[in-house]
């Protein structure tokens, strides 16, 4: 079956344009997580939903991030007015029910902010 | 706060050269550590999940142990196909929606 999808793979973007990324969850599941991966630096939580909710928000670094999930499906990471620091590999991740399950992961999308 | 921290960073060996990757970890109530095997320009790729101390999980030449400080990824006689970055994990009890990853080690396995 089809994994975690992510698209775009690369993104490049002029400093202050907004961007959006996009992740297919694996049909069926019902968590879904995002993530940010900076050269050398591990994994830091951006958002968990669970269906279409997002209980825990915590991790978003400013508010010029907002992330939606529609469907229980498909989820878009929106990124307003892009700063270089935003550069990094953004990863998707789903689950089959909750966060007590594995989680699968997406090849990521490399956003450069020049 | 809950905190991740994994050495080396990067580790060197050959063919057949056992070692092992440190993680250690500081958490409010550990609910599980998992280990990811991360290959260059890929998501990272579940490995095991492990819930108590003193409990060890094994995959062919890996095998994956946990205190209550730290885990081990022991690395049996490795092939250069082993050779990627290994990322460890943890998710507390208080807040189990939340990952905290290490940085990874970086592992090369030369012929």
């Known amino acids: 079956g089809a994994g975690v999808s992510q698209s775009p793979s690369n993104k490049v973007t002029e400093k202050g344009k907004d961007v959006e990324l996009r992740c297919d969850p694996i049909?069926?599941?019902?968590?879904l997580y995002w993530y940010r991966q900076s050269l050398g630096q591990g994994l830091e939580f951006l958002i968990y939903f669970q269906g279409n909710s997002a209980p825990d928000k915590s991790g978003l670094p400013s508010d010029r991030f907002s992330a939606e999930r529609t469907g229980g499906s498909v989820s878009t990471l929106t990124i307003q007015r892009t700063q270089q620091e935003d550069s990094a590999v953004y990863l998707c991740?789903?689950?089959?029910?909750?966060?007590?399950?594995?989680?699968?992961f997406g090849p990521g999308t490399r956003l450069t902010v020049l | 706060e809950d905190q991740v921290t994994q050495s080396p960073e990067a580790l060197r060996l050959q063919e057949g050269e056992s070692s092992s990757l440190n993680c250690s970890y500081t958490?409010?109530?550990?609910?599980?550590l998992f280990w990811y095997r991360q290959d260059p320009g890929k998501g990272p790729e579940f490995l095991f999940t492990?819930?108590?101390a003193g409990e060890e999980k094994e995959k062919e030449r890996l095998k994956a142990t946990l205190t209550k400080k730290e885990s081990f990824l022991h690395i049996t006689a490795p092939k250069p196909e082993d050779s990627a970055t290994y990322l460890c994990a943890v998710q507390g009890v208080y807040n189990f929606n939340k990952f905290y990853f290490g940085s990874g080690t970086k592992l090369n396995v030369k012929p």
């Open positions: 958490v409010s109530g550990l609910r599980g």
């Open positions: 049909s069926g599941h019902t968590a």
């Open positions: 492990l819930y108590s």
């Open positions: 991740a789903s689950s089959l029910v909750s966060s007590t399950d594995t989680q699968y």
